[in-house]
C-alpha cells in the first residue's frame, strides 16, 4: 500500500467520522477502497501497473462494468475521491 493511500484513510477517517471504510489491499500491489457516505458507496481501485479507477456505485449499477473515471496519477485520483466524498457528506446533511 503506498502512503498516499495510507494518508487518504485517515483522512476519510478524520473528515468523515460517520463513513463506513472497508479496505482490502492485496499481496499484487492492488488495493480496493470503499467508503459509504450516508446511502452512498465510493470505490477507489488503486492498481500499481495500470493507474487508478474512481468509481460511485449505485444500487442500479451493473457488476464489473469498469469505472465511471480513469486516472494514471494517484495523486489525481485521490483528489478526484476526496471531492466526491465531501460532496457527499455535504448532499447528505442538507438531505
Not at 500500500?1 to 473528515?15: C, D, F, G, K, V
Not at 464489473?64 to 446533511?93: I, N, P
Request: hydrophobic residues 40%; proline residues 6%; glycine residues 6%.
Amino acid at each position: 500500500m503506498t502512503n498516499a493511500l495510507q494518508r487518504l484513510i485517515a483522512e476519510i477517517a478524520e473528515q468523515h467520522p460517520a463513513a463506513r471504510i472497508e479496505f482490502d489491499p492485496l499481496p499484487s500491489g492492488v488495493c480496493f477502497l470503499d467508503v459509504w457516505i450516508g446511502e452512498r458507496m465510493f470505490d477507489l481501485e488503486y492498481n500499481p501497473k495500470r493507474g487508478v479507477g474512481v468509481s460511485e456505485i449505485k444500487n442500479d449499477t451493473p457488476p464489473f462494468t469498469g469505472h465511471d473515471h480513469v486516472f494514471t496519477s494517484l495523486d489525481e485520483a485521490v483528489a478526484f475521491y476526496k471531492r466526491l466524498l465531501a460532496e457527499a457528506k455535504t448532499q447528505t446533511a442538507t438531505a
